[in-house]
């Protein structure tokens, strides 16, 4: 799969977010990996400074590191986190 950093790819990603149990929220502070992960309230939080392509990289990032149960998704953001877990970001 290609990723493609656009705005629309970005509401993507945010719609799997929405459908999981996980909240994403996007707030200012000094990240070093530029997002934080909350395990135990379920909370991702990215800068919101970053550009698109940052907080798509973030958002990628986190769905690959945490547990989202698929059987709450819909069909087409199932095949979408399936399709991110088998892709590997090129610098």
Known sequence: MTIRYTKQFLNKL????????????Y?????KSGYCVLNDTRI???NKYYTT?????CLIDILK???IDKSKLSE?????LSELSQ???QL
């Open 27 to 31: 707030e200012k502070g000094s990240f």
């Open 44 to 46: 991702a939080i990215v």
């Open 53 to 57: 392509e940052g907080k798509i990289n």
């Open 65 to 67: 590191s945490v547990e």
């Open 14 to 25: 945010e719609d799997v977010f929405s459908e999981s149990d996980y909240v994403l929220r």
């Open 76 to 80: 087409k953001n199932a095949s979408l």
């Open 87 to 89: 892709t590997s970001l």
